[in-house]
């Protein structure tokens, strides 16, 4: 089964950008749909991005759609997610995670679908 790890967050003006990387470990990414959440204190877990096995179908929330973009290299086996102009309103546990599936074009948006959750990279920005 994959392990993901979470890195590149960090304290970030309104405006700014990051970009994150899920490193993955154990078996290769293109063996499933992946995704980014994230997790704000007191709030439920929100669909930031999500990508299909076959790279070909993506999704974004409602909320960061226009200002993220998800992406993978196959050969470093990383997931990536830029994130530009940066709001107060996107602080939170960033998470990446696979989804175990035999569709290659499916992309999901519900967190139940996912398994293997890592403990993310925390972003914050700042007004």
């Known amino acids: 089964q994959v392990q993901l790890a979470e890195s590149g967050g960090g304290l970030v003006q309104s405006g700014g950008s990051l970009r994150l990387s899920c490193v993955a470990s154990?078996?290769?990414?293109?063996?499933?749909?992946v995704g980014w959440f994230r997790q704000a204190p007191g709030k439920e877990r929100e669909f930031v991005a999500g990508?299909?096995?076959?790279?070909?179908?993506?999704a974004y929330g409602d909320s960061v759609d226009g200002r993220c973009a998800i992406d993978r290299d196959i050969a470093k086996n990383i997931l990536y997610l830029q994130m530009i102009s940066l709001k107060p309103e996107d602080t939170g546990v960033y998470l990446c995670?696979?989804?175990?599936?035999?569709?290659?074009?499916?992309?999901?948006?519900?967190?139940?679908?996912?398994?293997?959750w890592g403990q993310g990279t925390q972003v914050t920005v700042s007004s």
């Open positions: 995670a696979p989804a175990a599936t035999t569709s290659m074009s499916s992309v999901y948006r519900d967190s139940p679908r996912y398994v293997s």
């Open positions: 990508l299909s096995r076959n790279g070909g179908n993506i």
């Open positions: 154990g078996r290769a990414l293109r063996d499933y749909a």
